[in-house]
């Protein structure tokens, strides 16, 4: 069933994108978009970006979990925002106005993001960049009205090692009246260091856009690179890359539930996930040549492959895992002192997380059923067993509960790719041909997607790596709201989200 | 007037000689906490000397002030470990009869600390960043509630012993004299709750954190560095060592060496008072570490409670001994 919005999207000139398909609209045809959206709001927005003549947007069909793209060319004039019908779009037209520098008419906000004033250039990713000079802007925060509210300015420096990033708090004594995040301390210029390279050369950008979720990172490269160019990977290779994914995946779920026990003061169950997520990073180096298992994953295949001991070092790992897992658990869960901290903090609506497509344990925590691995086109997990747990209370302890679920999921799954590992080639060729590819890979915080389009000389033209972050931060904005302040890093370490992945 | 003499030089050797213990003690004794807290979490833990080697390093190093702070945040680290040193000086350790024990009043004892608390609170918010402030006015909180909680204690121990002098106190729980007293129990937890919160331990504060925002304690000396830094940490390893002496000299005094008592009482004074504290910190590490931080807000109410039990304890006494 089809609604105003998706309509008129398909109504646009194809564009032959796969595995879907890009349609672009006229300018007018877009502008018609947000009151079309407004009208049909099981159309999520994914993620929206630009190159230097159109703006795109990646939209999801949830109930039929079926992805369309939309583009509608945006030089020389402003295009129709989005930001009216789907608040997710905010940030991205943002940063388009600051990398592209196209602006988006009748936008909610348009103020600087990732662009402190300290580049020598302004819209650097645009056809003309213009040169700037001069003193850096003093940053604007929104306006909080009310009797007794304070700021409290948190960061990008901060008393712990983590990454870079400036929190406002406006508070009335310990309640947080309103935060606000202002990132982009990370910036790298990762597109631009992308663009007009070979695939094989930008997936290293990929690996690194952040460094925790590498491996989705690459595959969705990766896969979308495959898409653009018609390749399908030999099976070996799509089962090494579905098992570094769920690793990853088990690493970083047990050294979150550490760190959000560790934040409420409890140490002992941080003492225990850190021992055994270095048991399985251990491991994964023994297997796979590198902690983390960067660079892994390559278009068009793996490399290298599993080393012969690999398989064993990675269940004798996991077992102790899963031995520890439920009296781990018994202790999350039967001290009061450490429930009174998670149980009810931080809650966010679900009807919030629906309108912000969140992806990740953060979506599945309040009540938002999506994960792609359930995608058709994501081999091999069509053929594997799982379950996707799904809660609706939204707290720190409904995504604590959540990540403790999957790590059980991940465990099972990582026991099916190993039993059944096909033998075989782990690369294939990618042929050097103009194309068009979009993937969705989930990572350990949600959904990677990576769009790609290629020349005919089979170089980059056009790329945009989107976070799963990127849904989530605003998310947390609105889940602190009227919690105490001295429970946002408890909150924030439940959501986890990526500075790095979104400072592009 | 010979004898006079050698009881005042031997209350003077008995007061530096504990002055010196306390002084060398109380870091090692935080140094024991934390590595009692990493065994029991499993971990192998720091030496126990190690705060002693962080406080001579950073006694080296000049400390670095902010542009605008003023004179406050140059003398308050000099203030509070004055007033710490002097509040340890008065509680006993191994020995009563020190020479400063007429002073040793539970009230000028419990002035002292404010003082010492007082200074941290105004380093705190010189300097006007956001940290400090957070973290005075989340002390200053704590406190209010916290102070009346010791008074109570004072007014408890004076009922029954009929002085607030610490000293006489401890002598006669000595005697055993009084027996169990319901009063005493209530006391007793008040004061522990109190030592708790005074010495920002979880669940009202946590010591190792590097949340900044979550700080009590640590977020009032966030801008301290060098030789202030040294000194602060130093005054508060006082201060848990004073609290913890302060609890077994009440409620555990036996084995302590009586006014004017030979070498040899000293020496069974003073392994006594080390398997106390030892006991002590164990006891601390344990509960610090099967325990989460509580909800800033339900502090008062923690310490609400304390303050209610010491105020039942002063009751009982004053209906028990008027009927009496």
Known sequence: MMGPASSLIRSGNPQGAKPYERFLLSPTAWGQLPAALQQEPALALLGLWADATQVHACFLHEPSAEAVLASTPAAGWNYAALSPARPGAVRFERMILELWGHRAEGAVDLRPWLDHGRWPLRHPLAAKPIPFSGEPPQPEFLPVEGEGIHQIPVGPIHAGVIEPGHFRFSVQGEVVVRLEQRLGYKHKGTLSLMLGTSPRAAVRYAARLSGDTTVAHSWAFSAAVEAAVSVTPPPRALHLRALMLELERIHNHLNDWGFVCNDAAFAFPHARCGFLREGVLRAIAAAFGHRLMMDRVLPGGVAPDIAPRGAEAILASLDAVEAEIPSLKQIYEAHASLQDRVVTTGYLRPDLARGFAAGGHVGRASGRDFDARRLPQNLPYPTLAFDVPVLEAGDVDARQRIRVMELGQSIALVRQLLAKLPAGELMAPLPVRAGEGLAMIEGFRGECLHWIALDDGGLIRGIFPRDPSWLQWPLLEAAIENNIVADFPLCNKSFNCSYSGVDL | MSGGFADTLISLVTQVLH??????????????????????????????LQP????????????VLAENASAISRAAPYVALAAAVLAAALVPSFARGMVLAPFADLLLIAGLLALSRFAMALAGMDVGTAFGGIGATREMTFAALAEPVLVLAALIFAILAGTTNLDVIIGIFQEGALGLRVSLGFAAVALLAVAVAENARIPVDNPATHLELTMVHEAMILEASGRHLALWDFQASLRLTLWLALLAAVFLPFGMAAPGAGPIAWVIGLLVFIAKMAALAFALAVFESAIAKMRVFRVPEFLGAALLLGLLGAVFLFVSTGLS
């Open chain 2, 19 to 48: 002055l010196a213990l306390i002084l060398a003690l109380a870091p090692v004794l935080t140094g024991c906490v934390r590595w009692l807290k990493a065994r029991l979490m499993g971990r192998r833990g720091p030496h126990p």
């Open chain 2, 52 to 63: 002693w080697r962080d406080l001579l390093k950073l006694l080296r190093k000049r400390p």
